[in-house]
């Protein structure tokens, strides 16, 4: 597999506050990689420091092998974007935006039609080509700026947080498509504070955090860094510190957390604890309204390597 | 092309607010080519005196006459006179003394009393009683007898000039013509500045303009299409306003000034356009430029003369219009309206005009130009 962007040692200083410190990593050809962090922790800064739309303070950015630059143009016409934002004209129909968009990128009229007819295409905007953007739903108008930054056919391309503030259903189409376009030859790099979203859709991810890399790998790489097995959700409306205490010296090969009537107990060796948990509980007169299991997700892993929730 | 036939389109959302500037537009020329009309009518108006005639001589015949002829003669009781003067109802009480005839005919110094309000009524008949006096004057020392004084005034007085004015401009083709230009400054300037801001305000709508910057278009070369467009919007209006003036006011434009008008407006043209231009560097939101657009077109339309005559207003408020390029481009209007003949000597303060509706371009334009290239690097 060839890399298709390559960023060494990138830094991104503003007067007081280092956005981006010393970042480096590559994206390889049809490859999806995130980049997961809490708000705020360097990823959209990244993004536009990839796109020239900052000037970064030290580093390089190599597309294709070359040096990315405002003036790259070469470059550009091999990208495409997707912010998290709605970028489109509220005067201009769902074609005549796409049109607008595409036709940045493409002189060739036909070629343009024909791209257009794709990106309606794998956005579903068929029966809305004629619609103006006031007239869409949320949903709608996330597909329609998907549809603007995908329609001249990039090789590279680079959704900024594309599912904030969408309905699961809308959410999980952009997922298929992003999913059809590497299908399709494109490379992916994609920001998200959702460690779901992350997990379900990237080849890889680079956990971020004030501007740094905490870790980076697969998605199952990446949970093998935490020493949690398996962690035991029980939902208890009231539970007293004296009873939290007599439970922490019950559970002996686990760590017990309560916060907003949840108790989480995490197990660091073997699995199936919830068994166990479930007559400790019992034993000690402590109820319940809902009891399950789960396996360590990226969340864990952020909190092991930051002390934080990445929901924080 | 593309950014071309979008910003078309944009445009084309925008109809609505063109057509409502362009029926202002018309409906202030037609009302004002009415009322230029009846501007030219003049009502004839003797001013109502009360005369008192204390002599029978053939002299104080004759000045009753005169005055018969050129004043309203009211009677009034004599309790009355002063109210009636005072009230206006008339402007004048007219004296002729006791022995006048006999007076002047002998050479004795006598004069006509005459009591006045304060008007312009009043001094015009302050001035043909003075013109009388003037005639009697001459010819009684020339005369032998009250008749032969009577009858040579009567003569003078009756001859008359024919006044005839010898000028070759066709003052109300002229002024229409030049009304209309005037009335066109607002409609242009809103037309112009408006639209072309709110469609700026599109294109350089954060998000929009960051797409444009990471697309493979060279940010240079979408600017000047940006600009050639509006270039083409605005020249659009112009012609249509040119179109409308030949059709509106044919005669004013048909005379040797027609092209002067044209060029006058196209210079305006421009100055709006760079105007819309440095607006749009500056204004951010669409709301707000609704409001400070409808500040500067009306603004600049009240201070410089387009809706009130310059004449008629404060020599203050002109001194500040002077600052507006509104103001260049209506005193040249008034000056292509008034100047008798255009040569080179006329043309030289049009010209100079001209210079400075190119300067207030340029000034604009380098102002937009260097806030914008502000706006590039803070972004």
């Known amino acids: 597999m060839s890399v298709i962007l390559e960023v060494s040692h990138l830094t991104k200083e503003y007067k007081t506050v280092k956005a981006v410190d010393d970042l480096s990593f590559t994206l390889n050809e049809h490859e999806i990689l995130g980049l997961l962090g809490p708000n705020g922790s360097g990823k959209s800064t990244t993004m536009n420091c990839i796109l020239s739309l900052l000037r970064y303070s030290s580093g390089s950015i190599r597309i294709h092998g070359k040096e990315m630059s405002p003036s790259a143009y070469d470059l550009k016409q091999e990208i495409g974007v997707i912010f998290q934002d709605v970028a489109v004209f509220e005067e201009l129909t769902v074609y005549d935006n796409i049109r607008y968009f595409c036709g940045l990128y493409i002189r060739d009229r036909k070629t343009a039609e024909a791209y257009i007819e794709d990106a309606i295409h794998l956005t579903g905007l068929e029966d809305y080509r004629k619609f103006y953007p006031k007239q869409l739903s949320g949903g709608l108008l996330r597909r329609l700026n998907i549809a603007c930054g995908i329609a001249h056919k990039p090789k590279l391309l680079f959704f900024d947080e594309p599912t904030v503030a969408v309905d699961p259903q809308s959410r999980n189409n952009i997922l298929e498509g992003i999913e059809k376009l590497r299908e399709q030859g494109a490379s992916v790099i994609y920001t998200t504070h959702y460690m779901e979203e992350a997990e379900q ?29 398996e962690k035991v959700m029980a939902e208890v409306p009231r539970l007293s510190e004296e009873k939290l205490h007599k439970l922490e010296g019950e559970v002996t090969n686990g760590s017990i957390r309560y916060e907003n009537g949840r108790l989480v107990v995490s197990f660091h060796d073997g699995k199936d604890h919830i068994t166990h948990l479930i007559d400790i509980l019992r034993r000690m007169q402590i109820s319940y309204l809902r009891i399950y299991s789960e396996r360590p997700t990226l969340n864990d892993v952020f909190l092991e390597l930051t002390g934080k929730e990445l929901r924080d | 092309m593309i950014v071309c036939k979008a910003f078309l389109k944009v445009i084309r959302k925008n109809i609505g607010m063109i057509i409502i500037y362009t029926v202002i537009f018309l409906v202030f020329s037609v009302a004002n080519s009415r009322t230029g009309e009846t501007q030219t009518t003049f009502v004839s108006e003797k001013p109502s005196v009360c005369l008192v005639t204390e002599d029978d001589s053939l002299l104080s015949d004759c000045l009753c006459r005169y005055i018969g002829e050129h004043m309203e003669i009211v009677d009034l009781p004599e309790q009355d006179r002063a109210d009636a003067l005072f009230y206006k109802e008339i402007c004048s009480i007219i004296r002729i003394p006791k022995h006048y005839g006999r007076n002047v005919c002998s050479g004795e110094q006598t004069a006509v009393g005459i009591q006045t309000s304060v008007d312009y009524k009043a001094e015009f008949v302050k001035l043909m009683l003075e013109r009388f006096g003037r005639v009697q004057n001459i010819y009684v020392k020339t005369t032998d007898s009250e008749q032969e004084l009577v009858n040579a005034i009567e003569s003078a007085l009756e001859s008359s000039v024919k006044v005839e004015v010898a000028s070759a401009l066709d003052e109300k083709a002229l002024t229409a013509a030049s009304d209309f230009y005037n009335f066109a400054a607002y409609s242009m300037m809103a037309c112009i500045v408006f639209i072309i801001c709110l469609v700026l305000s599109s294109f350089n709508e954060i998000m929009i303009r960051k797409r444009t910057l990471v697309s493979s278009m060279p940010y240079g070369k979408y600017s000047t299409l940006l600009m050639l467009s509006s270039c083409l919007y605005a020249m659009a209006v112009w012609a249509v306003l040119v179109l409308l003036s030949f059709c509106i006011v044919p005669d004013g434009m048909k005379t040797d000034r027609g092209i002067w008008y044209v060029m006058n407006g196209c210079l305006y043209m421009l100055v709006s356009l760079t105007l819309a231009y440095l607006l749009s560097t500056v204004l951010k939101g669409k709301n707000a430029i609704t409001g400070i657009v409808n500040v500067i077109t009306l603004g600049c339309s009240f201070l410089c ?26 005193q040249t209007n008034e000056l292509l309206k008034t100047t008798e003949t255009l040569d080179k000597t006329t043309v030289l303060p049009i010209l100079i005009h001209f210079a400075v509706l190119s300067g207030f371009c340029v000034l604009f334009y380098a102002a937009g130009m260097m806030i914008s290239r502000h706006n590039r690097r803070i972004a």
Request: charged share 20%.
């Open chain 1, 201 to 229: 859709l990237c080849d890889r991810i680079i956990i971020m955090d004030k501007g740094k890399i905490l870790a980076s790998g697969t998605p199952d790489s990446l949970k093998s860094i935490t020493s949690v097995t």
């Open chain 2, 305 to 330: 003369g387009v809706f009130v005559p310059a004449d008629y207003l404060p020599d203050s408020v002109m001194a500040v219009a002077r600052v507006l390029p509104t103001y260049w481009y209506v």
